[in-house]
């Protein structure tokens, strides 16, 4: 690592690995801030430390949530731009015509954003509850758009999929379970009317990555091929076979290894062709989504990468496609992807400032003329130490046996403590001198040698900890939950070398409320490099590529709410406008979430405050500042302030 003076914004975007995941939305400007250019590499881009100030002075308080919707729309014109070459390429004669399915980001500017901009395209939405379809009804106006019916499915969901077909919709109610068929035939009797209908066939083709077992054989949706086949003649006896339209699978979200959806693709291909073959009028093939991002930018088969690109992908499904149908003589079908996380990720980040920090005390405390042996053989410990030569050749042996020696004594510390034989200084002490032995062995350690494993560990036990105001379960429950890697960077500073190597963690009173996991040179890192905390001015850091499932799928741990947020557009100039503000939830909103009055919790709190007046245990004056503060926290964010 080059000196602190040489530094550059060149090192830290390698560092944090910037130029990998970033591109084209996010760099390092010359001020040493993340610059985001919502529209990618047609240019404009905003300063984000400047926007978090103004932001900041307009009573939008941290954790910020801030919603880029240029990205929104360049993520969906990317898609369809690498389906179109993708198709003229291939001289494939149908279109792509895709989804966002609703689960990723259920936020009503999020879904109105994605109907408003992609109508160009004829963009549809993808339901996979009521509530879903409720969203996707009252927003798709578009008769040409597709609103793909998911999900569990009651007798009320098939009819009112059936009515919108005739309001001018075109929903197709997706057949996952076998039970479904007898709904849809009820239904459609009922109604003397019937839903365009698809069905989902289980695959044989196995995924890999985190959700690779979601699919198969023992998957929670899908049907086999003898339920399929069972289907088909269920529909034709009940005159229904004519409104089969659609082949649906999905192997996964987040596929990071393209092979798994070539074999995927040719299997579900020659099911199309069958279905066409037995009778069904067919005409779109949904691949699903699982269309990954690459989150470290290492374009690897890991499962915080993807060993493909956006063009690959669509190159894939166009080609695969074509070469099953053409053979055949069947036409090739629309193509559908519900591609939600590819779409969603980047247009998302949050920004969160560093509330303080913490480490183990390495310093070398001053000596005294009566310290016990066992303190003073630390000492000597420490020194021995000091004066290995950085270039000695039994430096490691040396290393790891005077570690040995200091975790002994400050065993032997610890029992004459616990006997009543050292005191309470002495035996901090000791603890001080055994941290200050390892971070002056942390600090010899070879650079071209394999490093013993207790020695290496060394390294993370003297890492600090920062503390960060948002809560883990909130604002990424997905690191928590299936320890899920997004990038993690600060967003200022990065024309210097950072000194610090620490984890961070939230505001909630959990262990498990910490990020600890980092992205690094395509292997996850336990430790982040970070600044020294300005007491002048915020340490700020964005968690990135987090607009996809993280804000639908928090809780309230600790009662910390949603946070505020705001969605941001490009003007002319190089300016910004601000489409939308979206309040967090304060103290007042999570208490009603848990079925708390807070009229009633004052209330309670106004006549304990009374009894305490009377019995002279509280003044007046106190009784009211007392109340006040608990009025104004119910009006607060659920986060800390300045």
């Not at 959806?261 to 779109?284: C, H, S, T, W």
Request: hydrophobic residues 40%; contains cysteine; glycine residues 8%.
């Amino acid at each position: 690592m080059s000196d602190s003076e040489h530094w550059s914004i060149q090192d830290s975007a390698a560092l944090y690995g910037l130029d990998r995941w970033g591109d084209p939305y996010f760099s390092i400007n010359g001020r040493g801030h993340i610059s985001v250019q919502p529209q990618g590499d047609r240019g404009g881009s905003l300063d984000l430390v400047d926007l978090v100030s103004e932001l900041k002075s307009r009573n939008l308080a941290l954790p910020l949530l801030i919603r880029f919707d240029d990205i929104l729309e360049d993520r969906l014109e990317r898609l369809h731009a690498v389906f179109e070459r993708a198709i003229a390429q291939y001289s494939y004669p149908g279109r792509y015509q895709g989804v966002f399915p609703v689960k990723c980001n259920q936020q009503r500017h999020v879904v109105e954003e994605l109907v408003s901009c992609g109508k160009r395209w004829n963009f549809g939405l993808e339901a996979g509850s009521k509530a879903e379809l409720l969203i996707a009804l009252s927003l798709l106006d578009d008769p040409e758009a597709l609103l793909i019916c998911n999900g569990y499915k009651d007798r009320l969901y098939i009819e009112t999929a059936i009515l919108a077909r005739r309001l001018g919709r075109q929903p197709v109610v997706v057949i996952e379970q076998p039970d479904e068929v007898d709904r849809i035939i009820e239904a459609s009797k009922s109604l003397g009317a019937a839903p365009y209908i698809g069905v989902r066939a289980k695959l044989s083709s196995r995924s890999t990555g985190r959700w690779g077992s979601s699919v198969g054989d023992k998957a929670k949706f899908g049907l086999s091929i003898p339920e399929l086949l069972e289907t088909v003649e269920r529909l034709r006896d009940n005159n229904l076979l004519q409104d089969l339209r659609l082949l649906h699978f999905h192997i996964g979200s987040q596929i990071n290894d393209i092979a798994v959806l070539k074999d995927a693709l040719q299997e579900a291909g020659q099911i199309y062709v069958e279905l066409n073959r037995l009778g069904a009028p067919m005409g779109f093939l949904d691949v699903g989504g699982g269309l990954g991002i690459d989150y470290d930018g290492s374009r690897t088969a890991s499962s915080a990468s993807t060993n493909y690109s956006l063009q690959n992908y669509a190159n894939d499904v166009v080609a695969t496609v074509r070469e099953c149908c053409e053979p055949n003589g069947v036409a090739v079908p629309t193509l559908v992807s519900e591609s939600g996380r590819a779409i969603a990720s980047h247009f998302s980040l949050l920004v969160f400032d560093i509330l303080g920090s913490s480490a183990l005390p390495a310093s070398i405390p001053n000596a005294r003329g009566d310290e016990p042996l066992t303190v003073r053989n630390l000492r000597d410990t420490l020194a021995t130490i000091q004066e290995l030569s950085a270039t000695a050749d039994a430096q490691l042996v040396r290393l790891q046996e005077a570690w040995n020696d200091a975790l002994k004594f400050k065993q032997d510390a610890l029992a004459a403590f616990r006997l009543g034989y050292m005191g309470l200084p002495d035996r901090g002490t000791a603890e001080q001198l055994t941290w200050a032995c390892a971070d002056a062995i942390s600090k010899r350690l070879p650079k071209d040698q394999a490093i013993p494993e207790e020695l290496a560990a060394l390294s993370k036990a003297l890492a600090g900890t920062y503390y960060a105001n948002l809560s883990i379960f909130r604002s990424a429950p997905d690191t928590w939950a299936i320890d899920q890697l997004f990038p993690v960077v600060p967003i200022q500073k990065l024309d210097q070398r950072p000194t610090r190597l620490a984890n961070l963690a939230d505001l909630t009173c959990d262990s498990d409320g910490r990020l600890d996991s980092f992205i690094g040179d395509g292997q996850p890192k336990q430790l982040l490099e970070l600044h020294e905390l300005d007491s002048e001015n915020p340490y700020l850091i964005g968690l990135f590529l987090s607009g996809a499932y993280q804000e639908v799928m928090g809780n309230l741990h600790n009662l910390f709410g949603t946070t505020n947020a705001v969605h941001i557009r490009l003007s002319s100039g190089g300016s910004y406008r601000i489409d939308h503000v979206v309040r967090g939830d304060t103290n007042a909103d999570v208490l009603e979430a848990m079925e708390h009055d807070p009229r009633a919790l004052l209330e309670r709190l106004r006549v304990a405050a009374e009894a305490a007046i009377n019995n002279g245990q509280l003044r007046i004056d106190e009784s009211r500042r007392l109340l006040d503060h608990l009025e104004s926290s119910l009006r607060q964010t659920t986060y800390l302030q300045d």
